[in-house]
């Protein structure tokens, strides 16, 4: 078996799915440009992948700045992602460069997301899923009543990173994204094996508020960063207890690097 195992999941869409950190990818296509929904962990040739589904160009959209996210496209000319996000994906290029003891790649151009990508025929419009990171953005295909989340919004919510926000602002983030919820029923998250009900939101919501009124759940394992796994109905989130605010100790939500 290669690296990558390619599904359709609807017309003119395909999840390519990496073996390697069960890392999920999404390449659509539309009648003038293609998009390529996050890379992976580029332990394949993801973009001879690509080459072979579609002749179109191919506009590379990042939901976030994690390297299981963007390393399938480190040789493209340019990335989009979200600016909030810039300086953590470059963070840990320089950082992989270091721990590898080589000086860090040719890093493709980072470019800001716009609001929404016109691929001809279907739209992929940008929505925020701030929580897991600063940056972290969803992309919404109305065409196909699609949500595509990365880790945003995904079974096991990671908001135990360094760069995440507290779970206060994860849940407002939540509350916004209700407004586009008759656009979407179906979620093509970051991992796993498929997709979830549009319902996920409202049961991540709920299990968000029972952690912050009540802080609950157990420690990870230790191959995970470290936090407190809460488990909801099919839903867990991972939390610090310090990225959860209090009346008298608000936090500033800004990470430098
Ligand atoms: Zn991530």
């Known amino acids: 078996m290669g690296a990558y195992t390619v599904t359709p999941i609807f017309k003119g869409g ?18 003038k440009r293609a998009a390529m929904i996050d890379a992976g962990m580029g332990t394949g040739n993801l973009l001879s992948e690509v080459s072979a589904l579609t002749d179109l160009p191919v506009l590379p959209l990042l939901t976030h700045g994690h390297p299981d996210h963007y390393l399938g ?10 600016e909030k996000d810039h300086a953590l994906m470059r963070h840990y290029i320089e950082l992989d460069a270091r721990e590898a003891g ?21 739209t992929l419009r940008t929505v925020s899923l701030r929580g897991h990171t600063q940056g972290s ?25 360094e760069e995440s926000t507290s779970l206060e602002e994860y849940r407002t983030t939540l509350k916004n994204l209700q407004i586009f919820r ?17 319902g996920h939101l409202d049961r991540v919501t709920k299990l968000l ?35 959860i605010e209090t009346e008298t100790q608000k936090k500033e939500a800004s990470y430098e690097y």
């Open 14 to 31: 395909w999840l390519i799915w990496e073996k390697a950190e069960e890392v999920c990818m999404y390449l659509v296509c539309g009648n």
């Open 102 to 122: 080589t000086e860090a790649p040719p890093v493709p151009e980072i470019r800001p997301l716009q609001a929404q990508f016109d691929l001809g025929g279907l």
């Open 209 to 243: 508020d029972a952690v912050i009124e009540a802080p609950f759940g157990v420690p990870t394992p230790p191959d995970q960063p470290p936090g407190i796994i809460a488990d909801g109905e099919a839903c867990q989130i991972t939390y610090r207890l310090d990225n």
């Open 137 to 161: 953005t969803g992309f919404l295909l109305e065409e196909e009543k699609v949500l595509f989340s990365g880790d945003g919004l995904i079974y096991n919510v990671w908001m135990q990173m």
């Open 182 to 198: 008759p656009c979407f029923e179906r979620i093509w998250t970051g991992h796993g094996t498929g997709a979830l009900d549009a």
């Open 73 to 82: 496209v480190m040789s493209c000319p340019f990335v989009y992602l979200n």
